[in-house]
């Protein structure tokens, strides 16, 4: 079914047009081209008449927004290679590379995880996430690399994200973080939820948020920047990097959390997902794989080798520089 929200003008708002301040205030999760077109479509009211996206608000203004059910859209396969660490005929479990999107969404329709599972496993997949999203149990960033399960039938599917719920499924992922932690191995316990302040991006906020548990500790201390593991209770959207952000120590390469010049030779943050361990759905064997680090994150660690020592503490003159 549809979703209406109701909206009303208050004085710091006077003047804005109406896209910008539905995209502000908070009330939806659209980007301002989404909802442009669904004011383009008369979905959008002002006291009860149809507006256009360049109406400006006033005081006390009553705005409804009608934000239609999303249209389904059906992956389709696609002969794209995958790196596969096991197969059976419950599960896969494939190595992501850095950049690849693990299923289709705006923008980004083709060449993702999806695609190419669709075209690797035919019509077996778990149906559960519906057309879009088959046989995903758990999902990594675009920008992040690493091992990720998929489920071949529903009922793969719904014993393995009982494990994930229950904190049963282990995750280990290694990053780069700037500078070097006081505590060398410790716990962020700290609820993450949707910033208030920019809708595209998660914080560390006691608003609309759910708990989040991240372990860490440190591998290499170089000073300017650490070689860290972390092991995630829970799966957060974007968990990491805002934890270890929050502690001061945002991701190398990391363009949302990190600084504003960020170490462009990364294309994206610093962060593997090396470990996955779990309790197979049919066999009741406990499972558990690893996976190699990738050249970009081996060679980001050589140039660290190279040029930092671990008594190197200036880390702040050198945050944003390509290396």
Known sequence: MSKSINICVDDSHTG???DKFIVDCGECELTRSALQNIIENGEVTVNGIVVNKNYKCRLNDEINITIPDPRPLEAKAEN?????????????????????????????YEGTLVNALLYHCKSSLSGING???????????KDTSGLLIAAKNDDAHIKLANQIKEHSFSRAYEAVTYGSFKDKNGTVNQPIGRNTKD??????????????????????????F???RCTLETGRTHQIRVHMAYMGHPLAGDSVYGPKKVITELNGQCLHAKHIGFVHPTTGKYMEFESDLPDYFTNFLDKLDSKYTVNYSNAEEIYGQDI
């Not at 896969?92 to 999107?101: A, E, L, R, S, T």
């Not at 906020?205 to 500790?217: E, F, I, R």
Request: no cysteine; charged share 20%.
């Open 80 to 108: 794209i290679p995958l790196d596969i660490v096991y197969e059976d005929n419950d599960l896969i479990v494939v190595n992501k590379p850095k950049g690849m999107v693990v299923h289709p969404a705006a923008g980004n």
């Open 16 to 18: 804005l047009r109406i």
């Open 199 to 224: 809708r595209k991006k998660m914080a560390v906020t006691m608003k609309n948020s759910k708990n989040a548990v991240t372990h860490y500790n440190v591998i290499t201390d170089y000073g300017a």
């Open 226 to 228: 650490s070689h860290i």
């Open 131 to 141: 057309v879009i999203r088959p046989g995903i149990v758990h999902r990594i960033d």
